[in-house]
């Protein structure tokens, strides 16, 4: 079973982070220079929220497409679901669905060892088939043929 901990480790552990303080702008741009669509919000070492393109989006359309002088901490989802090292990719699946979350924080007990993405579950779960898939054909190519088995018997 797919855990969480080696999609990681295929993933690496960047990890991209903001403070709840940081003006929304600010967030907005970092977002768009790094081409992520998240941004981990820690505090004191602590993960205090999650910002994503849906929290920006819902804020621009409340506010006539403007930024304005918000900060972070007051469009974050400062209640993230998030999974450990251990969790299960079909737990994963399940939760993203459910939550209609497109990145879940991985932590470790208090200590956060990166996100997973919605885009990094279709990549490790293609690549896992794709594996599981050049292992059955293998395993059919060094099939014994029926000769093979009838001159074993012959002898």
């Not at 960047?14 to 919000?41: K, N």
């Not at 993960?47 to 007051?74: K, P, W, Y």
């Not at 007990?109 to 794709?130: C, H, K, N, W």
Request: charged share 25%; aromatic share 6%; hydrophobic share 40%.
């Amino acid at each position: 079973m797919l855990k969480v901990n080696e999609i990681l480790r295929v993933k690496g552990h960047t990890l991209y982070t903001g403070s709840p303080d940081m003006p929304v702008r600010e967030a907005i741009s970092s977002m768009s220079q790094l081409d992520i669509g998240s941004l981990v919000i820690m505090e004191h070492g602590q993960l205090v929220g999650m910002l994503t393109f849906r929290e920006i989006i819902n804020h621009l359309n409340r506010h006539d497409g403007q930024a304005g002088d918000f900060t972070v901490r007051s469009i974050m989802d400062d209640a993230p679901v998030s999974v450990t090292p251990n969790t299960d990719a079909d737990e994963v699946q399940r939760l993203m669905l459910d939550k209609h979350a497109r990145y879940i924080p991985v932590m470790d007990g208090p200590t956060l060892m990166g996100v997973i993405s919605f885009y990094d579950m279709a990549r490790a779960i293609v690549e896992a088939q794709q594996f599981e898939n050049d292992m059955l054909k293998a395993y059919i190519r060094d099939w014994p043929t029926e000769d093979a088995g009838t001159s074993a018997r012959k002898s």
